[in-house]
């Protein structure tokens, strides 16, 4: 028997587990129906699509995040977990470090990836208009430590990220 008789007969239709992909299988997280009961940090909304709870998520986590105009976050880190950030509509500045002495922004379109540990805040650069993201981490536990007493330095200094496609401005 070659390779494609066997993927056939091990997900035929009439196969006695074949139920099982119905309510365990492809799940649909309408926008309008996410949860805000998950970890917060003040001067954002997190809400969850994606989380052990809501869907029997096993290792990661995903929601979104709104920052209002010209608001900022508290200073906070994500334990042991990697979070990935997508800009949909705004313009983010990621400050990170001991005192928030990096920054860098990131706008519709772009990802921002959060190592472990990271102490950072999301500032929305917009005056005019909500930072809107969606997250994602590497975990179903939405872990979030926050920090309240950070002294972070006046002038963070400003970091790019610099690759063989991405060279720096100027």
Not at 26 to 31: A, D, L, N, Q, S
């Amino acid at each position: 028997m070659d390779h494609s008789d066997h993927h056939a007969r091990d997900h035929s239709p009439d196969d006695s587990g074949a139920a099982r992909w119905k309510h365990d299988g492809v799940r649909v997280i309408k926008g309008d129906a996410l949860d805000a009961n998950t970890a917060q940090t003040p001067g954002m909304f997190r809400q969850a699509a994606i989380n052990h709870a809501r869907v029997g998520a096993q290792k990661i986590w995903a929601g979104t995040v709104t920052i209002e105009p010209n608001a900022k976050t508290g200073v906070h880190h994500h334990g042991a977990l990697e979070s990935v950030i997508f800009v949909v509509r705004g313009r983010a500045r990621m400050r990170w470090g001991e005192r928030l002495e990096y920054v860098a922004e990131a706008e519709a379109g772009d990802f921002i990836f959060v190592p472990p540990y990271v102490p950072h805040q999301e500032i929305n650069a917009d005056p005019d208009q909500p930072l809107d993201c969606v997250l994602v981490r590497s975990d179903n536990e939405a872990v979030v430590v926050n920090i309240p007493h950070v002294e972070p330095v006046e002038m963070p200094e400003e970091v790019y990220w610099v690759d063989p496609v991405h060279k720096a401005p100027g």
